[in-house]
């Protein structure tokens, strides 16, 4: 089992920038990938951004490429969501997933509210 807590979330103006953090506990951090998702009330929930457990290789929604980056702290147990030129339409709530390939999430947090302003 693994427990995971995302922080950071808040209100932002466009442009602005936030830092998401998901915490894990419980089984080994470092053998999990890792996924950042986004979701709107009403609406399905749309991937982010994703990491492989060696930190290696990731992967962005083109709604986020060039503006968002994620990372990984195996000593820390902490995956991040750097998020940078933020736009209105990136207010969501957004959750992080653990699973043990990328695509494949068997954990989820409770996610963090992102609100940006125009």
């Known amino acids: 089992q693994v427990k995971l807590v995302e922080s950071g979330g808040g209100l932002v103006q466009a442009g602005g920038s936030l830092r998401l953090s998901c915490a894990a506990s419980?089984?080994?951090?470092?053998?999990?990938?890792m996924g950042w998702f986004r979701q709107v009330p009403g609406k399905e929930r749309e991937f982010i951004a994703d990491i492989t457990w060696t930190g290696f290789s990731t992967t962005y929604a083109d709604s986020v490429k060039g503006r968002f980056t994620i990372s990984r702290d195996n000593e820390k147990n902490t995956v991040y969501l750097q998020m940078n030129s933020l736009k209105p339409e990136d207010t969501a709530i957004y959750y992080c997933?653990?699973?043990?390939?990328?695509?494949?999430?068997?954990?989820w947090g409770q996610g963090t509210q992102v609100t940006v302003s125009s």
């Open positions: 419980g089984r080994t951090f470092r053998n999990y990938a």
């Open positions: 997933a653990a699973g043990v390939r990328v695509g494949m999430y068997d954990y």
